[in-house]
């Protein structure tokens, strides 16, 4: 099963950074994917600047010490404005911020509703993604989405297939990858190459195994990766958190189906 990374979504003030560290010491394929948005911060799954801030610090105390290829893997989520900022002036206004764009291996775009349809037709998209120099992942339903595949590839941009539109339900079905073809005919040479896609939708350590095997069966042997948030945390009344117990589960399950336990 090839998996690139675990993302594990909605950390925030409750979550003990070192607790993030430990966990991407002993799994180097999990990920955290850090949400953002202009109208929320230190609320439940999105973080106060105050936190952001000491990730920076222990990430970079943590990649010091690690040496080459020791970084914590770190995606950010942009909502909101933040997307709207994209279709307005062609640029992820986002990392203006040089110590966020430093600090976030990928960008990912939360495109509900008719907002990921919008997305793909705009040429300031284009020109983000041109301009951003690092991966794009637009997250949201691609039913009924024309995608330009090999712009895609152009650009360093990848789907991520979440048909629940963020409401953490379970996929009743997957698509496989997207494809596009490559010829060059002075060289006789024809590939069909695959986008590095993934996969979001009510995954948690209750059903991964199962939804597993399932997204395993479109993907073949091409790698994509899972992102799961809602499934990871425990709430009980006024308590959201991210439970790191339940994520270490997923995480257990993932390394012994990848081979490595």
């Not at 950074?17 to 999990?30: E, K, N, T």
Request: aromatic share 10%; charged share 25%; with cysteine.
């Amino acid at each position: 099963m090839n998996i690139g990374y675990v993302t594990i979504t909605g950390a925030d003030d409750k979550t003990e950074i070192m607790d993030l560290l430990d966990l991407s010491a002993r799994y180097p394929f999990v990920e955290w994917g850090i949400l953002f948005s202009q109208s929320k911060s230190g609320v439940a799954r999105y973080p106060s600047l105050d936190w952001v801030n000491e990730l920076k610090s222990l990430a970079a105390a943590f990649a010091a010490k690690r040496g080459v290829g020791g970084s914590i893997n770190l995606s950010s989520h942009l909502c909101g404005k933040w997307v709207s900022d994209v279709l307005e002036r062609g640029e992820v206004t986002f990392y203006r911020d040089e110590s966020m764009f430093q600090l976030f291996q990928r960008a990912q775009l939360n495109c509900y509703k008719e907002r990921l349809k919008e997305m793909v037709a705009s040429p300031n998209f284009w020109k983000a993604a041109l301009r951003l120099g690092k991966p794009i992942l637009l997250g949201g339903n691609y039913n009924n989405i024309e995608l330009d595949v090999r712009k895609c590839a152009q650009f360093n941009v990848s789907a991520l297939f979440d048909s629940s539109g963020g409401h953490g339900k379970t996929s009743s079905s997957y698509r496989p990858p997207f494809t596009y073809e490559h010829s060059d005919p002075e060289k006789r040479i024809h590939t069909q190459n695959v986008m590095f896609c993934g996969y979001a939708g009510g995954l948690g350590p209750d059903n991964i195994e199962e939804e597993l095997d399932k997204i395993a069966k479109v993907a073949g042997s091409n790698q994509f990766w899972i992102d799961m948030e809602s499934r990871v945390r425990t709430v009980e009344g006024s308590k959201d958190i991210l439970d790191l117990g339940k994520v270490e589960k997923v995480l257990e399950i993932v390394m012994r189906r990848m081979g490595h336990g």
